[in-house]
Nanobody, 125 residues
Framework: QVQLVESGGGSGQPGGSLRLSCVAS????????MYWYRQAPGKERELVAV???????NYADLVKGRFTISRDNAKNTVYLQMNGLKEEDTAVYYC???????????????????WGKGTLVTVSS
């Protein structure tokens, strides 16, 4: 099992910055990719950014150039630096971790997905 705890949410002003953190615990050596998702009121959860175990990143078009995802494997933490905030960035932000668990000596594995409980980001003037 992997547990994820997000922090850093709160209120920000348009044009401002916030940094979210997500700390992983448990079977952290099985974690591969880590993600940030968000869900705005009345909308579906959407992908914000992803970072692989080796640091490759990808972003949703809506945040590209404004948000930066990073990862400190020594601290078991993934970050989301959010700059140039817009009111439409208001949402609950969720951390996700994918894990690959080897189940036998032949290398058979099971892929699992873990989610944090989310942290609220509100952007308003």
């Amino acid at each position: 099992q992997v547990q994820l705890v997000e922090s850093g949410g709160g209120s920000g002003q348009p044009g401002g910055s916030l940094r979210l953190s997500c700390v992983a615990s448990g079977r952290i050596t099985t974690i591969t990719d880590m993600y940030w998702y968000r869900q705005a009121p009345g909308k579906e959860r959407e992908l914000v950014a992803v970072i692989t175990k080796v640091g490759d990143t990808n972003y949703a078009d809506l945040v590209k150039g404004r948000f930066t995802i990073s990862r400190d494997n020594a601290k078991n933490t993934v970050y989301l630096q959010m700059n140039g905030l817009k009111e439409e960035d208001t949402a609950v932000y969720y951390c996700r971790a994918d894990a690959r668990i080897i189940v036998n000596v032949e290398g058979a594995y099971v892929d699992k997905v873990y989610w944090g409980k989310g942290t609220l980001v509100t952007v308003s003037s």
